[in-house]
């Protein structure tokens, strides 16, 4: 417990006044001693935390009894309300003696009597060697015996009582401020003259204003607290008590000591926005924000609210929703890239996920359009609501009618009996994603108009409205502004739709993706790891992807099949090959030294035998495919295709087969290439 000491030079009934008007504030939270200078010896020391004094000079005199860490009070004194009263009732003008013990302390008392207002008297200070026969009232402090006698009115206002001023000062250095101190000090200030009516107006404003304050806090149902800039409590109400089961008073205390740094590891370096945190069982958004003084940070006020049953709704919903397939699969996070282009695209999206607008995802095939839309519902507000998908391609043009509208019972044949909701209605609140909308036809088209224009529905066959909340997502592969050239789609639909227009670039046009993308699908579809030749990189980055993702897919899935771990341009399809190089001159060559279309069925039949073919087996394999070729003539043209490395003839049983060179040359020749060069047509 804090101590306070009451010094003053010998033992008076005045210390022990002090000591009662200190409890009237202090009693049961401070200790108080009383100390008296005249009697203390060498080396005797007061240790309180605080020593009060009556006068300056007294401190003076006791400091080398006092220690250092003792915060030395030189006390404020006043008078009583009940006294004041006597000498306020005094008529003005009067004239009145004031007596103390010696003239300085007489005149000490004129000027304080001034200063707290007793301004309507005219105040004579004693001097016992003059004759006051004319003055009939005196004011004294206790000096009863020094008035002279013939004087009949005298008030002793006795001892000074302890100033509003000195109780602040001394709560403030003890850091006290309970209710309970602050109501007893109202109390007390209600008794007495004070010369700080500033003060004392303040303090009982600061109360009432810390009554207000802690009523609206306890009416919140949100857990509140407020903590200094270095995250100490300053002020927490009863709902944060009962979130976090808190039953000591924890004010003063860290804030991760009742909220554990792994809960909220970032509570005091930034703000929080709606940061949600389980905590037993109970699901907490957390919000916070700096309170700052004169441009300085001074604190941080924390905001509980407890979502659990929301949170227990959302789950159900959201089950809901899973069960019957209508949520997304794809985040922003499943979305790989290492392009800078996509990387831009991405940022662009994620800004506009968070608004209601339409948006038109253009692109060719393969490229992700699927995946962007998904991630856009996933980052939207209404992410917890359905996200419905349909590929407007693939259905005949009333059956799509009806599946994005619904229909009215009994509104065609095979219609089931009690109607049916369409998939605008099943998306309400949520976002509907019409993929392929560049194959809309176009009675549709205009019903859709109907629904971007309106936000409202009919059901086939039903003239009733239903109105709809819903995002639209749209995507083609389609170059529309043709398709509206061709009148095979509106242009009122394409300007409704184009509201956020997002283009996904084609992979050819983000080679940083190719090899990302590669490594990316074979080590999350098939679990590999896979090292690409120079060659082998080349080739897929030169390759132009016409399928896009989708086709990559496609091609780690058969270069998993066939390669090991180091994937060789042996191991790469046929088609990406083709692309290796340009096959004309070898052709120009082969038609100018014999049989260009002899020499293709050689290769032919080398291609499907990898381990090697005798010339006899080719001139047999050749007749069984109806052409005639000796073996003279087998022999000129191998030596031909060794000339150009197309192919390996090798002495002995092992015969001839085709090189890396001649497999490429193959493939380039079997997608048609060889007939579009120049050399092809010679
Ligand atoms: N950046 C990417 N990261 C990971 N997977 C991707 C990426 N881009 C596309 N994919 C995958 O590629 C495949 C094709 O993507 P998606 O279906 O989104 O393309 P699309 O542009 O909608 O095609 P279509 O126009 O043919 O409908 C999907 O399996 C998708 O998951």
């Given at each position: 417990m804090k101590t306070i000491g009451i010094l003053t030079l010998v033992p008076t009934d005045l210390s022990d006044f002090i000591q009662s008007n200190l409890e009237k504030v202090f009693k049961g939270c401070v200790t108080i001693n009383k100390y008296y200078l005249s009697y203390f010896k060498p080396g005797d020391i007061i240790t309180t935390d605080v020593v009060v004094v009556t006068a300056q000079s007294h401190a003076m005199k006791a400091q080398n009894y006092i220690s250092h860490d003792s915060r030395i009070i030189v006390l404020r004194r006043t008078l009583p309300n009940s006294e004041i009263y006597k000498i306020t009732a005094i008529p003005k003008g009067t004239n009145v003696l004031v007596v103390n013990e010696s003239p300085e302390t007489t005149s000490e008392s004129v000027a304080f009597l001034y200063q707290i207002g007793i301004t309507h008297l005219n105040l004579i200070p004693y001097d016992c060697r003059k004759d006051y026969t004319d003055i009939n009232i005196a004011i004294t402090p206790g000096e009863v015996e020094s008035v002279p006698p013939h004087i009949q009115t005298v008030i002793d206002v006795g001892h000074r009582c302890v100033d509003i001023s000195t109780f602040v000062s001394i709560l403030n250095y003890f850091n006290i401020d309970t209710q309970e101190t602050s109501r007893r000090l109202i109390q007390y200030s209600d008794t007495i003259v004070t010369m700080d009516i500033g003060i004392k107006s303040q303090y009982k404003e600061l109360f009432m204003k810390n009554i207000q304050l802690n009523t609206v806090v306890n009416l919140s149902h949100n857990g509140i607290l407020l903590s200094d800039k270095d995250n100490f409590i300053l002020l927490y109400n009863k709902k944060f008590g009962q979130i976090f089961g808190i039953d000591e008073n924890v004010i003063g205390k860290h804030f991760s000591h009742v909220i554990s740094n792994t809960l909220l590891p970032n509570a005091s370096q930034s703000m929080l926005v709606d940061e949600l945190i389980e905590f037993k069982g109970r699901s907490l958004l957390v919000n916070s924000s700096k309170i700052e003084y004169f441009g300085e940070p001074a604190g941080i006020y924390y905001d509980f609210q407890e979502v659990t049953h929301i949170r227990h709704l959302e789950q159900n919903l959201s089950k809901k929703l899973r069960d019957k397939g209508l949520?997304?699969?794809?985040?922003?996070?499943?979305?790989?890239t290492k392009s800078p282009r996509m990387k831009d695209c991405i940022n662009f999206v994620k800004r506009l996920a968070s608004t209601n607008l339409t948006v038109l995802i253009t692109g060719e095939s393969g490229t992700g359009k699927e995946l962007m839309a998904h991630a856009i519902h996933d980052a939207s507000p209404q992410s917890i609501y359905p996200f419905v998908a349909i590929n407007c391609a693939s259905f005949p043009e009333n059956l799509l009618e009806s599946e994005l509208f619904g229909y009215e019972a009994g509104s065609f044949t095979g219609a089931i009996k009690e109607g049916k909701s369409g998939l605008f209605e099943q998306a309400n609140n949520g976002t509907i994603f019409l993929d392929e909308?560049?194959?809309?036809p176009l009675s549709v088209q205009v019903r859709l108009l109907r629904v971007l224009q309106e936000r409202q529905i009919m059901r086939v066959g039903s003239q009733r409205v239903i109105d709809v909340n819903l995002r639209v997502i749209a995507a083609t592969n389609k170059d529309l502004q043709a398709e509206i050239q061709k009148s095979s789609f509106r242009q009122d639909l394409f300007y409704r739709l184009n509201v956020l227009p997002i283009i996904v670039p084609p992979l050819r046009e983000r080679p940083e993706d190719i090899i990302h993308l590669f490594h990316f699908f074979m080590e999350k579809h098939h679990g590999k790891k896979v090292t690409l030749t120079r060659e082998v990189e080349s080739l897929l980055l030169k390759?132009?992807?016409?399928?896009n993702v989708r086709e990559l897919i496609n091609a780690v899935a058969y270069i998993s099949f066939i390669a090991t771990d180091t994937v060789h341009i042996e191991s790469l399809p046929a088609y990406i090959l083709n692309i290796h190089t340009d096959f004309s001159q070898e052709i120009t060559y082969l038609s100018a030294r014999c049989d260009k279309e002899k020499a293709y069925q050689v290769l032919a039949i080398l291609s499907r035998h990898v381990d090697g073919v005798g010339r006899k087996s080719l001139e047999t394999e050749c007749a069984n495919a109806m052409v005639t070729i000796t073996e003279s003539e087998i022999r000129r043209l191998l030596l031909v295709l060794n000339e150009l490395g197309l192919v390996e003839s090798k002495v002995g049983r092992r015969g001839s087969h085709l090189t890396t060179k001649g497999l490429h040359f193959m493939n380039w020749k079997n997608a048609g290439m060889a007939d579009q060069s120049k050399g092809g047509h010679s």
């Open positions: 949520v997304t699969r794809y985040t922003f996070a499943s979305i790989q909308v560049g194959d809309m390759y132009k992807w016409p399928g």
